[in-house]
């Protein structure tokens, strides 16, 4: 009996021996395989087919919208970084970064003496001329000549006639009730002109480019005399940028920033686009603006296919108000008057150290060329992002074939991006940049297009490669183009007449001094510009 009794203690023991053997064993086994297939390297983005639907009320100042389905966004998978055995988390890290602020801030009150708007000597009828941008810009410029000759403004007339033929009038893309509301203190705001002037005798006008205060009270203000109603035919650089009145720039940026805000719909469309793209952590909106109209327009061809060159050259001849037809690409280049094409996006991204993970959001329409031109950044940089891929095409169906609200679409989610990179600068660019240096000089990095351009080149000619060497320069040429804070850049040296006030940095690219201060001089009147 104990001899049994011992036999099968002894197998009892050899059976825990082997299974603590095997437990042992295969934990060596799995921290093993951790140590080769890390989680990051094996989690694979999800594609948009494999989003959830859910829904959402958007709410808004004026209530409940609508229902609309949303698109619940998972994150980007987290991503250790680690290079020669330190950690890249710092160097990412001090990429999203803003620039110091310097502690500037809003500073659009008007002065003591400024004064409820005087009594109206007529009604000035305004013709906004030109894409979104060009005509916000031209907009709150009239609110301010309007201001300027005592006039009582009508609500401006979008641009119908355009590259893009959209129909949408002023209160499909504005806040037109918040609009003539917010500007109560400051001019006089109606709707449509009184039935009894209708059919009054209009003094059609162009007004003078770039234009002082002296000009719209005298020229302009002496039309009054037999006019009842002035017609300005065009919106666009109307006002100079320098040397006003310090109410009357503080004035645009109140028209601007904060009574010219977009309609209910599409601020609630814009916020969750945004809410959309922070769901994969900070991400860069990008205006790459390698459109058919822009490339048309500047005469850019470079990486494009002789028919492609061929295409874009018939539009800009059969455009009629594009004055200039003959053009050289290559010295349009050369020049830096081109916008950077997506692969040379993606080189100066991946230059500037941003991962391949890096979330992006494409404001813009339709790419040229679409996937034949954008397979090298795509390879690059898989999580690209635009509206149609946020979105569902319910959502987008009251925007659709309206290219001043999806233009507004963008314009939000730019001016709310972590980084804002144009590839090009042009009207949307500039705008996006004032404001946000505006809002606290959130980070805008400016391609320095005219130097990017001769390294480009040299990579193509397989005298410099992609690395390091290249990254240093790229990053080193970069380190003052990040909308850290400074005065706006007067005009070029030696410039004279309108092209002197062409140089001029644009007033809605850099609101200071005009519309920014700090704490010590939060009442600064001083509206003067540094020279270049």
């Known amino acids: 009996m104990q001899k049994r009794r011992w036999k099968t203690v002894l197998v009892l ?118 894409g979104l941008n060009q ?54 705001i109606i709707k449509k002109l009184p039935k009894e002037l209708a059919k009054a005798t209009r003094a059609v006008k162009h007004f003078r ?7 719209y009270e005298g020229e302009i203000a002496s ?8 017609r300005a035919a065009k919106s666009d650089s109307r006002l100079a940028n320098n040397n006003l009145p310090p109410d009357i720039q503080k004035l645009r940026c109140r028209a601007c920033y904060e ?27 990008l205006h790459l603006r390698y459109e058919k109209d822009m490339l048309a327009f500047s005469g850019c061809t470079h990486g494009l296919s002789p028919e492609e060159a061929e295409e874009l050259k018939a539009i800009r001849e059969n455009t009629s108000w594009w004055k200039v037809k003959e053009i050289d690409p290559v010295e349009q280049r050369s020049k830096g008057y081109c916008p950077l094409t997506p692969r040379e996006v993606g080189i100066f991204l991946s230059s500037l150290g941003f991962p391949s993970n890096t979330p992006i959001y494409i404001a813009a329409g339709e790419i040229y060329g679409g996937d034949a031109h954008m397979a090298d950044f795509q390879s690059r940089y898989p999580l690209l ?34 980084i804002f990179i144009p590839s090009y600068s042009g009207n949307m660019a500039r705008a996006v940049e004032g404001h946000r240096r505006f809002l606290g000089h959130r980070k805008t990095i400016s391609p320095d297009r005219k130097a990017l351009v001769r390294l480009f080149d040299k990579i193509e000619l397989g005298r410099i490669k992609e690395g390091k060497n290249l990254a240093n320069r790229i990053i080193e040429m970069h380190k003052r183009r990040q909308g850290s804070p400074r005065k706006r850049k007067g005009p070029i040296p030696g410039t004279k007449g309108t092209d002197r006030f062409r140089s001029e940095e644009a007033f809605y690219v850099n609101p200071l001094p005009d519309c920014l201060c700090t704490g010590k001089n939060h009442h600064l009147t001083n509206s003067s510009i540094v020279m270049r």
């Open 385 to 418: 992002m635009n509206k149609e891929k946020l979105a569902s095409v319910e959502e987008l169906e009251p925007f659709t074939n309206h290219a001043s609200q999806m233009a507004a679409l963008d314009y939000i989610v730019s001016v709310e991006s972590d």
């Open 13 to 130: 023991r050899k059976a825990l021996t082997c299974a603590i053997g095997t437990i042992a064993l295969m934990a060596l086994l799995s921290v093993h395989l951790q140590m080769v297939f890390p989680p990051s390297e094996v989690t694979k983005l999800p594609t948009m087919q494999q989003y959830e639907i859910g829904y959402q009320n958007l709410r808004t100042e004026g209530g409940i919208l609508e229902e609309l389905p949303t698109l619940v966004l998972p994150k980007a998978p987290h991503t250790n970084h680690k290079l020669d055995g330190g950690s890249r988390t710092s160097d990412v890290e001090k990429i999203w970064k803003p620039p110091p602020n310097r502690g500037y801030q809003p500073c659009v009150s008007p002065s003591e003496n400024y004064t409820s708007p005087s009594e109206s000597r007529g009604y000035l009828l305004v013709h906004a001329n030109g």
């Open 135 to 188: 005509m916000r810009a031209g907009i709150c410029d009239m609110v301010a000549v309007a201001r300027i000759i005592n006039a009582t403004l009508v609500i401006p007339e979008l641009d119908k006639r355009s590259f893009w033929h959209d129909t949408s009038n002023f209160s499909d893309v504005f806040d037109e009730d918040y609009f003539i509301n917010s500007l109560a203190n400051d001019v006089k």
């Open 259 to 285: 009574a010219l805000r977009f309609a209910p719909r599409i601020e609630a469309m814009g916020k969750l686009l945004v809410d959309r793209m922070r769901a994969y952590g900070p991400y860069i909106a």
């Open 223 to 230: 039309i009054w005399e037999e006019y009842q109603v002035i």
């Open 209 to 215: 480019s770039w234009s002082g205060v002296e000009y």
